[in-house]
């Protein structure tokens, strides 16, 4: 199994980044996939999920409206499409698969917002 996210960097505020995440190793169209972000010094948070068709999103609080998750099946690939951003969406972004082996994670991607 194997994730790879990229597409993150540093964008100023009120800006638009777009993650993407590459899985291999799994039936991808099976599973629900998920973002999660971790800030310094705090926490690692889930901030969007989406299932297995796609047609089932949800999100944090502090990203509805602004984030919007969405699934290629045919390319194994899930999205990050992130708008409006803030300093405080400054984290590091990561994709998560929770398989019937176990739940695996990408290396994660920098996501920096500052002017």
């Known amino acids: 199994v194997q994730l790879v996210e990229s597409g993150g960097g540093l964008v100023q505020p009120g800006g638009s980044l777009r993650l993407s995440c590459a899985a291999s190793?799994?039936?991808?169209?099976?599973?629900?996939m998920r973002w999660y972000r971790q800030a310094p010094g705090k926490e690692r948070e889930l901030v969007a999920q989406?299932?297995?068709?796609?047609?089932?999103?949800n999100y944090e609080d502090a990203v509805k409206g602004r984030f919007t998750i969405s699934r290629d099946n045919a390319k194994n690939t899930v999205y990050l499409q992130m708008n409006s951003l803030k300093p405080e969406d400054t984290a590091v972004y990561y994709c998560?698969?929770?398989?019937?082996?176990?739940?695996?994670w990408g290396q994660g991607t920098q996501v920096t917002v500052s002017s």
């Open positions: 998560r698969a929770n398989l019937f082996s176990g739940a695996y």
């Open positions: 190793g799994f039936t991808f169209s099976s599973y629900v």
């Open positions: 989406i299932s297995n068709t796609g047609s089932i999103t």
